[in-house]
């Protein structure tokens, strides 16, 4: 199968109702998890203890749990589209920090959490933000026991092994600081069949996003990233892909090993998470 299907899940009103529609589409084939509102005004944040069956059978049906962008403050922006632009994304993303940080992931450490069409680059200035909280650097020493009570991690460690980013056409300077986001997190999509999508002009946009990023690297983002999310049978998808691509001749990415097109990313790649690592990145220029 080459798709996965999605089932949308209210989950807010009735917790025993989004249970059974939850184990239905789950017995339904409907595999790729459920999605579920970014915002839950006026019931109670996603870190109440009143989720916690809603998680529980997500992690045991493996059920991604997906929230995707649109939702927002809209009743305080009035015609400025613009202030609607720049919050949308927060909105959207804010549930991952309500579970990450209230020590759901620890909880569940078998639920996997996915933010969808929100881009990537977000989660790197999130993951060292947060990490370095974690680790009590000197402006957090003051902030007490339970900032850190509920969690045995870093919050990028539970990001690693938890969350996934559906980062709908991907930009450049996303993939400048794949490391920091974590190349294993990011699935790239095309938005189909939205104008601001890549469709029909997908394989010119992977050749001018991926044409001198490392085959492997690529390989991980453009799928081998979802299949292990939403455990796609790669072996039965392999004839698919030989099919249909794309191969690294299509995305420019022949001869990249000799001519000095992967050079950029070693300091970046050693680099990895600077405030983990300790080993100061030197920024990619990059469009």
């Not at 015609?79 to 569940?108: A, C, D, H, N």
């Not at 997190?185 to 601001?196: A, L, R, V």
């Not at 455990?231 to 691509?245: H, K, M, N």
């Given at each position: 199968?080459?798709?996965?299907?999605?089932?949308?899940?209210?989950?807010?009103?009735?917790?025993?109702?989004?249970?059974?529609?939850?184990?239905?589409?789950?017995?339904?084939?409907?595999?790729?998890?459920?999605?579920?509102?970014?915002?839950?005004?006026?019931?109670?944040?996603?870190?109440?203890?009143?989720?916690d069956r809603i998680w529980?059978?997500?992690?045991?049906?493996?059920?991604?749990?997906?929230?995707?962008?649109?939702?927002?403050?809209?009743?305080?922006?009035?015609?400025?589209?613009?202030?609607?632009?720049?919050?949308v994304r927060w909105w959207?993303?804010?549930?991952?920090?309500?579970?990450?940080?209230?020590?759901?992931?620890?909880?569940?450490?078998?639920?996997?959490?996915?933010?969808?069409?929100?881009?990537?680059?977000?989660?790197?200035?999130?993951?060292?933000?947060?990490?370095?909280?974690?680790?009590?650097?000197?402006?957090?020493?003051?902030?007490?026991?339970?900032?850190?009570?509920?969690?045995?991690?870093?919050?990028?460690?539970?990001?690693?092994?938890?969350?996934?980013?559906?980062?709908?056409?991907?930009?450049?300077?996303?993939?400048?600081?794949?490391?920091?986001?974590?190349?294993?997190?990011?699935?790239?999509?095309?938005?189909?069949?939205?104008?601001?999508?890549?469709?029909?002009?997908?394989?010119?946009?992977?050749r001018s996003a991926f044409?001198?990023?490392?085959?492997?690297?690529?390989?991980?983002?453009?799928?081998?990233?979802?299949?292990?999310?939403?455990?796609?049978?790669?072996?039965?998808?392999?004839?698919?892909?030989?099919?249909?691509?794309?191969?690294?001749?299509?995305?420019?990415?022949?001869?990249?090993?000799?001519?000095?097109?992967?050079?950029?990313?070693?300091?970046?790649?050693?680099?990895?998470?600077?405030?983990?690592?300790?080993?100061?990145?030197?920024?990619?220029?990059?469009?």
């Amino acid at each position: 199968m080459r798709r996965a299907g999605v089932a949308i899940v209210p989950i807010l009103h009735d917790i025993d109702a989004a249970v059974a529609e939850i184990e239905w589409a789950a017995n339904a084939g409907l595999r790729g998890g459920i999605l579920v509102p970014s915002m839950w005004q006026p019931y109670p944040p996603y870190h109440h203890e009143r989720y916690d069956r809603i998680w529980a059978a997500c992690q045991d049906l493996q059920m991604p749990v997906h929230v995707h962008s649109g939702a927002a403050d809209k009743e305080s922006y009035g015609e400025w589209v613009g202030i609607y632009v720049s919050e949308v994304r927060w909105w959207s993303t804010r549930p991952l920090w309500f579970l990450l940080w209230s020590g759901k992931f620890e909880q569940f450490p078998g639920l996997r959490f996915v933010v969808t069409e929100c881009g990537a680059f977000w989660a790197a200035d999130l993951l060292w933000t947060s990490d370095i909280v974690y680790d009590r650097e000197h402006a957090a020493k003051k902030l007490g026991k339970n900032l850190t009570s509920h969690l045995e991690m870093r919050p990028s460690e539970y990001f690693d092994r938890n969350c996934a980013i559906g980062a709908s056409n991907t930009r450049r300077r996303e993939l400048a600081r794949r490391y920091e986001i974590g190349v294993g997190n990011i699935m790239w999509g095309n938005d189909f069949p939205h104008p601001e999508g890549t469709w029909p002009h997908t394989k010119e946009w992977l050749r001018s996003a991926f044409c001198d990023i490392p085959i492997d690297e690529t390989q991980a983002i453009l799928g081998q990233n979802a299949a292990e999310v939403y455990s796609f049978d790669t072996d039965a998808l392999a004839p698919v892909v030989e099919r249909i691509g794309p191969t690294p001749d299509e995305l420019g990415q022949t001869g990249m090993e000799s001519d000095g097109r992967l050079d950029k990313w070693e300091a970046v790649r050693r680099a990895g998470r600077p405030w983990i690592t300790g080993i100061e990145a030197v920024e990619v220029p990059i469009a």
